[in-house]
């Protein structure tokens, strides 16, 4: 029997309805045979983060009020994070004013992409190329404050530091990377606009809630089908120059190689590659078959410079597999029977071929110099220790 007193809320209803088809439309899109009850539960946990990342990524953001919110992490795990960014996002009205002030850090690098498309997930062909913005480009004050105006055209009588706001641009994607990441200093930035925008209607905000299910699946499709054409198109245990990334989406000024690895259990892939003469950065990361970055708190699933062992000969060597193969430069895969490898080159001189060969993990060191140091249980907790440490030490928000 209904109290006839209760209250109804359809708009719930409705949300709910277009997000009710979402779990099987990426269960088959995964494609993975006869998945476990453990494989349905990681990809519920998924699809329910890209619910999650909607909601602040599309839902709470409004062009005439913008703020950063988070965008990809360990809990929102989607496009393959690099783990030495942090990744943060708001919408901007094309014909609007802002400011972007803050403090610099001590970061490698602060840059924010101009984006075309405002459901991540959703590019398609219409995308344009985006416009990247760095704040080292920027004036700073004694303190390392700086102060930067973001408009179609510059205003008039201002001669302050100032980015051209592209006519296409509906979203800012911040991308800030630190290679020390507990003992770099992240930036700091806020957005306002200084303009007073056309009102945000309710019929926009019921747009973006009745968007949500369409970025949720959107957002994990993407990135099932982004694995599988690397897997395809670039070949397995392999890492070529990367055909696609740099066009949806990817940092213009970085040089991408991608692959797919697909080893047993006692199996590894050995990575070598020399480095460029000159790079603002560099990093390798391990990925799932969704291109979910293998969590890399708990992890060793990527490598920079300062994590990495370099060989006599300036090389970088390193070991992809599930088991621990006893030195500095390896790649935990984790339980994944196949998935991703990227790296990237950032401002490169040149950018080398990396090779790959496949072995058992008993012969990796026949794949090594022979002055490879052993790397202890303990040297490996104490660096996993850092790594859990420094990913929260990061500002996430």
């Not at 708001?90 to 075309?116: A, K, N």
């Not at 708990?298 to 090389?315: I, T, Y």
């Amino acid at each position: 029997m209904t109290d006839s007193n209760s209250l109804e809320m359809p708009e719930w209803d409705a949300m709910l309805e277009t997000l009710a088809p979402v779990g099987d439309q990426l269960i088959n899109r995964w494609g993975r045979e006869n998945p476990s009850a453990d494989d349905r539960r990681d990809l519920f946990r998924l699809a329910l983060s890209a619910v999650a990342n909607g909601y602040l990524s599309h839902v709470a953001l409004d062009p005439r009020r913008p703020t950063w919110t988070p965008c990809w992490n360990i809990s929102m795990n989607m496009g393959g994070p690099c783990p030495d960014y942090t990744y943060r996002t708001t919408d901007v009205d094309p014909l609007g004013t802002y400011r972007i002030s803050g403090l610099r850090g001590s970061t490698r690098f602060v840059e924010i992409s101009q984006q075309s498309y405002e459901l991540l997930g959703h590019e398609g062909d219409t995308s344009v190329k985006p416009v990247q913005n760095s704040l080292d480009d920027l004036t700073l004050d004694d303190e390392g404050g700086f102060s930067v105006i973001l408009s179609s055209e510059q205003p008039d009588d201002y001669r302050g530091d100032w980015w051209k706001l592209q006519p296409t641009t509906v979203r800012l994607l911040l991308r800030q990377c630190a290679v020390d990441w507990i003992g770099e200093v992240d930036a700091r930035l806020a957005i306002e606009r200084l303009d007073e925008g056309p009102p945000t209607t309710t019929a926009e905000v019921e747009r973006r809630i009745a968007n949500l299910g369409r970025w949720a699946e959107g957002m994990v499709r993407f990135d099932i089908d982004l694995a599988r054409w690397y897997r395809d198109n670039h070949g397995i245990n392999v890492l070529t120059r990367s055909k696609k990334i740099e066009n949806i989406g990817g940092m213009p000024d970085q040089v991408y190689y991608d692959g797919a690895y697909e080893i047993d259990d006692d199996e590894a892939l050995v990575i070598e590659t020399a480095l460029p003469q000159t790079c603002l950065y560099w990093s390798m990361l391990v990925a799932d078959d969704r291109f979910s970055t293998v969590d890399w708190a708990n992890h060793q699933s990527s490598l920079n410079e300062s994590q990495a062992r370099l060989d006599a000969d300036g090389k970088l060597r390193a070991v992809i597999s599930n088991r621990d193969p006893g030195v500095q430069n390896w790649l935990d895969k984790a339980d994944n029977p196949w998935g991703i490898i990227q790296l990237r080159w950032k401002l490169p001189s040149d950018a080398p071929d990396p090779v790959a060969v496949r072995c058992k993990v008993a012969d990796v060191r026949n794949h090594l110099p022979t002055e490879t140091p052993d790397y202890s249980s303990a040297e490996r907790e104490e660096a996993l220790r850092k790594r859990r440490v420094g990913y929260q030490m990061r500002l996430h928000w």
